[in-house]
């Protein structure tokens, strides 16, 4: 099973229960102290958890370019990027533990495998035309995403998205802007820009999550207003909006079956590989272990730090309770 299936609490039809789908179906927004169906809880926990996770574990393949950047003036932009996505899981982290969980909890839970992150962070970036593609597509995937997110149900999560979908369309610019030089660049180069999209376009597509007939979770996170849309229409709308752009590149999309369809007003494109899909988010991609394990590195060392400035904090609150 590749789904962790958490109760979604469906059956719950106490008066209580149905008083918080009224609220949800009037477009109001649920904050921590209200009551929620125990299934609401744990979904959010669940997708706000595992959103955060992608943030930290994002991180690593943009990292890994921190000191090979080819100009100072990239090498800080990538540095401010990288940083972001620090802040972005701050505020996820932030917006999950208003919902009973804590971040070492939740930290745990990735570091032992119990919780997912984005598959698309298992792929390796082998070039510099990668960053490109890394802040086009993957940035461009995830703000489709996280664009109606904002919109979603709970009030924290929603406020969080806000802020993050800003940065998110600066990181999409900076992944085209680079892709642009790349692109117009030397032979070397447009070739680089084109190996990277053949490589990041699939792995794009399956950020979405599976194919509407296999998703399990979708019906009652949409039902609760967590999920806004379906992976599917998520999928049709990023593949219409980035076509064009891979076509001002100069670049091809590495899908001999996509064509413009009149009729339903959106290109047919092909699915990714399922199985492959499936085979990342068990744990097999191919960095999987290889970022569980920086991750795991990154915990097990910078234990000293949190054990310091929690000693910190004691000493400080012990202080005041003396003055006082
Ligand atoms: N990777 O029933 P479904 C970012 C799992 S961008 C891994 O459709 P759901 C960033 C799913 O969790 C990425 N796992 O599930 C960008 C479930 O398994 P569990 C983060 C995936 O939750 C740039 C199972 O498959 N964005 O952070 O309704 C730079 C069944 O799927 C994936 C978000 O998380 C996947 N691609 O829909 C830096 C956005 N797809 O949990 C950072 C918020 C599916 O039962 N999340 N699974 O074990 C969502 O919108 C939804 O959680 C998803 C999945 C659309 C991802």
């Not at 918080?20 to 649920?30: P, S």
């Not at 009551?35 to 574990?57: C, D, F, N």
Request: aromatic share 10%; net charge negative; hydrophobic share 40%.
């Amino acid at each position: 099973m590749y789904a962790q299936m958490v109760e979604s609490g469906t059956s719950d039809d106490s008066a209580e229960a149905e008083a918080f789908q009224r609220r949800i179906d009037a477009g109001e927004k649920i904050e921590p102290k209200d009551w929620m169906p125990e299934g609401y809880r744990k979904t959010l926990i669940r997708q706000i958890g595992q959103h955060a996770h992608s943030e930290i574990v994002g991180q690593l393949p943009e990292g890994n370019w921190i000191t090979r950047a080819p100009t100072l003036e990239r090498k800080a932009i990538l540095l401010a990027k990288v940083q972001d996505e620090a802040g972005h899981g701050l505020y996820l982290y932030c917006a999950a533990e208003t919902l009973g969980v804590s971040r070492d909890e939740l930290t745990e839970m990735l570091l032992d495998g119990r919780m997912k992150y984005s598959s698309i962070f298992n792929y390796p970036t082998l070039t510099w035309a990668d960053m490109g593609a890394v802040g086009w597509l993957v940035d461009g995937a995830a703000i489709m995403n996280q664009v109606p997110l904002q919109r979603t149900s709970y009030g924290p999560y929603s406020r969080a998205m806000i802020r993050i979908c800003k940065e998110e369309s600066f990181h999409q610019r900076q992944g085209f802007d680079i892709m642009m030089k790349m692109a117009n660049g030397t032979e070397a180069q447009k070739k680089m820009a084109q190996d990277a999209l053949d490589r990041f376009w699939y792995p794009s597509l399956m950020m979405f999550g599976p194919s509407d007939k296999d998703s399990v979770h979708s019906a009652q996170s949409m039902a609760w207003k967590i999920k806004m849309n379906t992976n599917d229409e998520l999928r049709q709308k990023f593949v219409d909006q980035t076509v064009p752009q891979a076509e001002y590149l100069g670049l091809a999309v590495p899908d001999p079956d996509l064509r413009w369809n009149e009729t339903k007003g959106g290109y047919d494109f092909s699915e990714p590989d399922w199985s492959e899909f499936f085979e990342v988010i068990k744990g097999n991609g191919p960095c999987n272990r290889e970022r569980l394990a920086a991750r795991n590195k990154a915990w097990d060392e910078g234990k000293w730090v949190r054990d310091a400035m929690l000693a910190h904090a004691r000493k400080k609150r012990a202080a005041k309770m003396v003055a006082e």
